[in-house]
């Protein structure tokens, strides 16, 4: 990166976060995904489908869509980490995947209330969600030649918390004058803004094309103020094929990488299990305590605001801790929040009877929700930083591939396991419990990572 003051440069890429974030936050938990649930539920009930039946099926499409964009991700993300490395260049890989970003965004526009075509609203989701991901490995891998060692934990979790606090703003925009309940009003009372049809619910659908605008509107400072240094050696051929050779040395170097190799499982497993607590919330909410799509909102504006307080306050921990004790401390939490949820329903809060009409199981899936958002903000965060530490620093990129299909190689478990013993059960509550496994199986794979990484000399034979 050149001809660009620092300051400016780490202001920059954290501003990738702030214009990201509000696919996670407005499509995937908050908003689209408990409307998606809406419409699918609809529909199975229209079709002859008794209520839970109808509510576990849109939960079970939802979990597939998930898988298959997750194994395209995690087919293609190492290597076009290694072939970006080789060619030393990371921007055109960013621009090429912000594009998919807003058209897949965009094109949630057609998800109308009596959708037939559910195969081309999640292709679309699909797209954007490939897109938002692609784009994040590139960036991420922009992280350590932003400061130094000491410095990487602070900025991480400055920008992550910048990234919350984005899609906070966000997402009160849409709630307050775009989604509207049944009734066709927004959190405020008032009818969406610009006329949109409140039949055809034109307000909640609209957040894709918001989704999409904002991203174009908040990437501007990110590729005005982000720059590459040029490549010692300028790479026109062979950039693929010596990035896969690259690639494929680094998987059979694994094995001799104990630390690296535990923590990409580890983290392959937390970040599984903390995506189907994310994009299953919304869902749970929805069929198991009747919320709407605004009961949800609120419930995003609690989470979303916690996880940009403790995302900012973890980076500093991290600083003064480093990563590992900080993921350690926020995975537990995360399996405290995943039993309460599971044991929350419309009667019963913990097992213990609540009265017909009580708030108390509403005020309880608040409190785990805020939990989720705090822990899950630091824990994501500090997962980046890790990956510094122990990844090839002349291979950053490829490092951050190789994270994306930890990620992303059984990114489709917690979906699957969740989709699976919601058939089984006929259950959402049992449903999804197996993300508490996951969670327990991460937390005794991390025994093994070294908190500063692998010696560098495991690393000297690569570069």
């Known amino acids: 990166m050149t001809d660009v003051p620092m300051r400016k440069r780490i202001m920059g890429w954290m501003m990738f976060d702030w214009a990201s974030q509000p696919y996670n936050t407005l499509l995937l938990t908050f908003i689209f995904g408990p409307y998606f649930a809406e419409i699918v539920t609809n ?45 030393g260049r990371r921007m055109p890989y960013i621009y090429v995947f912000s594009l998919l970003y807003i058209v897949g965004s965009a094109g949630l526009w057609l998800a109308v209330p009596d959708a037939v075509n559910t195969t081309l609203i999640l292709g679309f989701f699909i797209i954007g969600l490939i897109g938002m991901e692609f784009a994040t490995i590139f960036t991420n891998a922009m992280l350590p030649d932003l400061g130094p060692r000491s410095e990487i934990g602070r900025i991480s979790g400055t920008g992550w918390a910048m990234g919350y606090v984005g899609g906070l703003f966000a997402l009160i925009l849409c709630l307050c004058f775009l989604a509207a309940d049944g009734k066709g009003k927004t959190l405020l009372g008032i009818s969406p803004l610009f006329g949109l049809d409140t039949e055809a619910r034109e307000g909640t659908r609209s957040v894709g094309p918001f989704t999409a605008l904002w991203f174009i509107i908040f990437m501007i400072p990110f590729f005005l103020w982000v720059r590459e240094d040029e490549p010692p050696v300028k790479r026109k051929k062979g950039a693929i094929k010596e990035g896969l050779i690259g690639l494929l040395a680094t998987i059979k170097r694994l094995p001799k990488s104990p630390s690296l190799t535990a923590y990409l499982s580890s983290s392959m ?19 198991v305590l009747g919320w709407s799509v605004i009961d949800v909102g609120v419930f995003g504006l609690l989470t979303v605001a916690s996880g940009a307080l403790f995302a900012w306050l973890g980076g500093h921990a991290d600083r003064a801790y480093g990563p590992k004790p900080v993921i350690l401390v926020c995975i537990i939490l995360l399996i405290l929040a995943a039993v309460g949820v599971v044991c929350i329903a419309r009667d019963s809060v913990l097992g213990i009877m609540t009265p017909e009409g009580s708030i108390i199981p509403d005020i309880a899936f608040y409190g785990c929700g805020v939990l989720i958002g705090a822990a899950g903000g630091v824990l994501q965060s500090a997962s980046r930083t890790m990956l510094v530490r122990q990844g090839n620093p002349d291979r950053m990129t490829e490092a951050f591939g190789l994270y994306a299909l930890a990620g992303k190689a059984t990114s489709f478990l917690a979906p699957l396991l969740i989709a699976f013993a919601t058939d089984i059960s006929n259950s959402q509550r049992i449903g999804v419990s197996p993300v508490i496994g996951l969670f327990v199986l991460a937390l005794v794979l991390l025994v093994w990572v070294k908190p500063e990484g692998e010696d560098k000399s495991v690393w000297a034979i690569a570069t």
């Open 269 to 287: 497993l937390y970040r599984d299990a903390l995506n189907g607590m994310y994009t299953f919330g919304g869902f749970y909410a929805f069929g």
């Open 43 to 87: 529909r199975g009930i229209a079709n002859g489908l008794p209520v839970g039946l109808a509510k576990a099926e849109a939960q079970s499409l939802w979990g597939i869509g998930l898988t298959i964009s997750g194994v395209m991700i995690a087919m293609m993300a190492p290597t076009l980490g290694a072939v970006a490395d080789s060619a």
